[in-house]
């Protein structure tokens, strides 16, 4: 079955930028889905950040828009989140899920700490 | 931005009892071209992904226990736990995905 596993980097320093990447397994990522990220700070709630539609449309968080780049690597079956400027309060697990209508499947989360 | 807000912020019930979250949505999240309610419900467990438990405000995901249910239509919704069982305890998420930003409430600790 479709899975999703994220991976980057646990450590970022404060002004830098994150950068992770979610990785479909067992499905392409070209099938007729939205791909999210969505990210829980540590003790607070779940936030959305953006999705991409692999033949090109995408749509963000206007919280975090201006600061968020979404991407597709079609022939990796990847999908990519950059989050630049971030600060403290970007620590978070970050999730990558597949959005049909609602958020059907999740990748386990991964954790990034933004901190000199 | 549609607003989702929750309640209780944290719910202590007994093994057995029935438990009964309320999710409340800014504007309405039902939709006349379909007449569905855009509104999911997922459980959060420490060091686990969230789990999809019931969208379209009352169609439970394959492989939920049927204790689980969804009900409330336009602004007003509840999740009901028919009779706590102790992997029960976690975190609850109501979430409407009518338009972006896709926002979630701010969750509902539920406790034994």
């Known amino acids: 079955q479709v899975q999703l596993q994220e991976s980057g980097p646990g450590l970022v320093k404060p002004s830098g930028t994150l950068s992770l990447t979610c990785t479909v397994s067992g499905g392409s990522i070209s099938s007729s889905n939205w791909w999210s990220w969505v990210r829980q700070p540590p003790g607070k709630g779940l936030e959305w950040i953006g999705e991409?539609?692999?033949?090109?449309?995408?749509n963000y968080n206007p919280s975090l828009k201006s600061r968020v780049t979404l991407s597709v690597d079609k022939f990796n079956n990847q999908i990519s989140l950059k989050l630049s400027s971030v600060t403290a309060a970007d620590t978070a697990v970050y999730y990558c899920?597949?959005?049909?209508?609602?958020?059907?499947?999740w990748g386990q989360g991964t954790l990034v700490t933004v901190s000199s | 931005d549609i607003v989702m807000t929750q309640s209780p912020d944290s719910l202590a019930v007994s093994l057995g009892e029935r438990a009964t979250i309320n999710c409340k949505s800014s504007q309405s999240v039902l939709a006349s071209s379909n007449n569905q309610n855009y509104l999911a419900w997922y459980q959060l467990k420490p060091g686990q992904p969230p789990k999809l438990l019931i969208y379209w405000a009352s169609t439970r995901e394959s492989g939920v226990p049927e204790r689980f249910s969804g009900g409330g239509s336009g602004t007003d919704f509840t999740l009901t736990i028919s009779s706590l069982q102790a992997e029960d305890v976690a975190v609850y998420y109501c979430q409407q995905y009518y338009k972006t930003p896709y926002n979630f409430g701010q969750g509902t600790k539920l406790e034994i």
């Open positions: 899920a597949r959005r049909n209508f609602y958020f059907d499947l």
């Open positions: 991409f539609y692999p033949p090109g449309s995408s």
